[in-house]
T-cell receptor, first 111, second 114 residues
Framework: ETGVTQTPRHLVMGMTNKKSLKCEQH?????MYWYKQSAKKPLELMFV???????ENNSVPSRFSPECPNSSHLFLHLHTLQPEDSALYLC??????????FGSGTRLTVV | LAKTTQPISMDSYEGQEVNITCSHN???????ITWYQQFPSQGPRFIIQ???TKVTNEVASLFIPADRKSSTLSLPRVSLSDTAVYYC???????????????FGKGTKLSVIP
């Protein structure tokens, strides 16, 4: 356990559904991240929040919408996804100038 | 961020020492070298980090030559449970607004054979 908890662990959703992924950490970290890992592809950084402000958005489609209500929680809201969005979505958190700790991820399948 | 190159895969027998080398010719002065381990369907797990010379912890050792253009992760006496993908990453700890934005490559898939 790294102290970064992601729920749900598995999610199957239709292309017209709206769902949210949740990430929680109580490590005192002030930066939180969303990564996407598709089959046989490297991890891709999607969003970065530092002190609850979004500091990075790597050309992610608008059907992915992050939310960081406080330094301990991070959400990824999903709507009208495509089958190619099926992947392992990983949350991570870090202290200032420190390496991130990752959660176990949410395995998302879009049908 | 500096680009890294590491072998796509490696095989090793149980009980052997495994050394995985990563090349990072364009490493910058303020870059650190970090290694992660990832099992299938799990998030990457931090293994070790260093700036120069040698770093050792309870899991691995990291050897960094003086020119810092490469680094070697050393896993002593591997077991079947060490079968995983190992990522080498290079970047400054002070990048961005207090965050450390890592760029992952394809990593090295280590297979430990009984």
């Amino acid at each position: 356990e790294t102290g970064v908890t992601q729920t749900p662990r598995h999610l199957v959703m239709g292309m017209t559904n709206k769902k949210s992924l949740k990430c929680e950490q109580h490590l005192g970290h002030n930066a939180m991240y969303w990564y996407k890992q598709s089959a046989k592809k490297p991890l891709e950084l999607m969003f970065v929040y530092s002190l609850e402000e979004r500091v990075e958005n790597n050309s992610v489609p608008s059907r992915f919408s992050p939310e960081c209500p406080n330094s301990s929680h991070l959400f990824l809201h999903l709507h009208t996804l495509q089958p190619e969005d099926s992947a392992l979505y990983l949350c991570a958190s870090s202290r200032p100038m420190a390496t991130p700790y990752f959660g176990s991820g949410t395995r998302l399948t879009v049908v | 961020l500096a680009k890294t190159t590491q072998p796509i895969s490696m095989d090793s027998y149980e009980g052997q020492e495994v050394n995985i080398t990563c090349s990072h010719n364009n490493i910058a002065t303020n870059d650190y070298i970090t290694w992660y381990q990832q099992f299938p369907s799990q998030g990457p797990r931090f293994i070790i980090q260093g700036y120069k010379t040698k770093v050792t912890n309870e899991v691995a050792s990291l050897f960094i030559p003086a020119d810092r253009k490469s680094s070697t992760l050393s896993l002593p006496r591997v077991s079947l449970s060490d079968t995983a993908v190992y990522y080498c990453l290079v970047g400054p700890l002070n990048s961005g607004a207090g965050s450390y934005q890592l760029t992952f490559g394809k990593g090295t898939k280590l297979s430990v054979i009984p």
